[in-house]
């Protein structure tokens, strides 16, 4: 028979705080782009994450809560121009958005009922 091998203790590692929701990114997506009405939008509605102020660096994604609705161009344009970049030029705080659709998420309040 062989030994069975146990995993090591996670000593010193804490549970992540970033809000992973795949219902609220979900419920992003049935919205229209955040972009509708300064520019053309094509493809189908994604769920784009603000990195801007998150502390997401490089390999980070930020939590589902920072999520707006993107078509999938404009969600493209957004990584290949940089978020800054994109903010300026659309004149769009997607900060903001983001935090209004979280504030409005029905997902945001079974989280909190759930503790």
Not at 19 to 26: E, F, W
Not at 88 to 110: D, F, I, M, Q, T
Request: aromatic share 6%.
């Amino acid at each position: 028979m062989f030994p069975v091998r146990r995993k090591p203790p996670k000593y010193g590692i804490r549970e992540s705080s970033v809000i992973r929701s795949p219902g609220h990114l979900a419920w992003v997506r049935q919205f229209t782009c955040t972009l509708f009405s300064r520019g053309e939008c094509e493809g189908r509605i994604e769920a784009a994450h603000v990195r801007l102020g998150a502390h997401a660096g490089m390999g980070q994604k930020p939590g589902d809560d920072r999520a707006v609705p993107m078509c999938s161009a404009h969600h493209a344009e957004q990584h290949r121009i940089g978020e800054k970049t994109f903010a300026e030029r659309y004149g769009v705080n997607l900060e903001a958005v983001a935090a209004r659709l979280w504030k409005l998420s029905p997902h945001r309040r079974k989280m909190e009922m759930q503790g």
